[in-house]
Each structure stands twice: as C-alpha cells, then as structure tokens.
C-alpha cells in the first residue's frame, strides 16, 4: 500500500526567510504532484513532476523529485505572506489511471511578518 | 464554464437520509475522479471514471455509496442511508484523459460539503 508522509505538518515562516517542505513516499512511483489549497477552497495544481530529477520553478516555490530517494521536495523561498494555505503533496499510485492519486496529509504554512 | 463546477456546495442532512452530489467537469476532460476531504486530512480517492464506466471504484468506503457518469460529462455521487461518518469535502475532479500522453494533473472543483447530524 502507497504512503506517503509530509513533513513538517505545520511549519510558522517568517517573512524573507527560506523553508522547505518534504514529501517522502513508500514504493516505486515517477509522478509526483503538489498543490496549493487556501481554507474554504479547493485544490490548485502547483506541480507535476514526472521523472526522476524534474525541478520546476513558479515564483518563489520550487519542487523537485528524487525517484530513487522517494522524495519530493518544495521549496519556499523569501516566504511571503500570500503564500499561507496548506500544501499538499501527491504521488501516483498506478498507471492506468493517472489521476488516482495518494495524498499526504498537507503541510499548513502561516507566514508572519 | 470553465473550471470543474459541483453542486450543492452545501447539504446538510439527517442520519439515514439519501443524498446526492452532482460534478460537471471541464468540457472536453474524459476522465472524472471524486475525492473526499475530511477536516485537517488530505484527499481520498473514491471512484474514477473513463468515459461513462467506472474504471476503478476501489476507493468506495461501502456499498451505501454509489457513483454514475452516464452520458461521459455529468456524474453524481450518490450516498445511501447517510451516517454521521459520511460527513466531508466531497471533491470532484477532471482531467483530460487517462493513461498514454497525460501528465495526470487534475482540477478540481470547489466540492459539496455535506454534513449528516
């Protein structure tokens, strides 16, 4: 069974500063999604990572995915306050349905001045 | 429209009540997944559809839920005999097709929070 662990649950940013938010998952698997959610909102696609070493960037976010590792990684750099929501990471579970996907438990981000 | 719309955004029932969850992907997006997000969780897999056939119902909690996309763009998620349990984000979502050249990036809706006192 497909687990997949977020850490850290809950990470306070200061203004300026950089952080990074890790997604560690159980078996074999090259796609990896993240998305953004704001409280009372739905899910917005930041990512989609599918290969080992894919890095994109969007502003000051930026993922990575390490196949062999099972690892993604986010990184928020010179955190603003726009970017508090909650932010999930996802990973495929088969092949033959791409949008069936296991979900960690999110990382809540609060960025404070 | 453009995004992924679902309706009721709320419902709130009683126990043992039947209730149902319309989606309406984007146009032209083949493949429909329903999720469901209980509070301070991430998303569960429920039911994906390929077209008009339920591909993969493996993520149905039981046989109270039920789920049917019948002519490939509207579905509706149908919970029988509600319980207290049941109550959550049902998120719908799309994409544009399963399998082959697809990256698997899915849309989601807003979802219908639906509440069983």
């Known amino acids: 069974e497909l687990k997949v662990e977020q850490n850290p649950l809950f990470l306070s940013m200061q203004e300026g500063k950089n952080y990074t938010i890790y997604c560690n998952y159980s078996?074999?698997?090259?796609?990896l999604y993240w998305y953004r959610q704001d409280p009372g909102k739905s899910l917005e696609s930041l990512f989609v990572?599918?290969?080992?070493?894919a890095v994109k960037q969007e502003g000051r976010l930026m993922a990575s995915l390490d196949t062999k590792a099972r690892l993604s990684t986010l990184h928020i750099t010179a955190a603003v306050h726009d970017l508090s929501a909650t932010y999930f990471c996802?990973?495929?579970?088969?092949?033959?349905?791409?949008?069936?996907?296991?979900f960690g438990a999110g990382t809540q981000v609060v960025v404070t001045p | 429209g453009a995004g992924v719309s679902q309706t009721p955004s709320n419902k709130v029932t009683e126990k043992g009540k039947y209730v149902e969850l319309r989606c309406d992907p984007i146009?032209?997006?083949?493949?429909l997944y329903w999720y469901r997000q209980s509070l301070g969780q991430g998303p569960e897999f429920l039911i994906y559809?390929?077209?008009?056939?339920?591909?993969?119902d493996s993520g149905l909690p039981n046989d109270r839920f039920f789920a049917v996309r019948p002519e490939g763009s509207v579905s509706t998620l149908k919970i029988q005999r509600t319980e207290r349990g049941d109550s959550a984000v049902y998120l719908c979502?799309?994409?544009?097709?399963?399998?082959?050249?697809?990256?698997?990036?899915?849309?989601f809706g807003e979802g219908s929070r639906l509440t069983v006192l």
């Open positions: 990572l599918l290969s080992n070493g």
């Open positions: 559809f390929q077209g008009t056939g339920a591909a993969d």
């Open positions: 078996t074999t698997s090259d796609r």
């Open positions: 146009s032209g997006h083949t493949a």
């Open positions: 979502a799309s994409s544009r097709f399963s399998g082959g050249a697809n990256t698997g990036e899915l849309f």
């Open positions: 996802a990973v495929g579970q088969t092949t033959d349905s791409w949008g069936k996907l296991q």
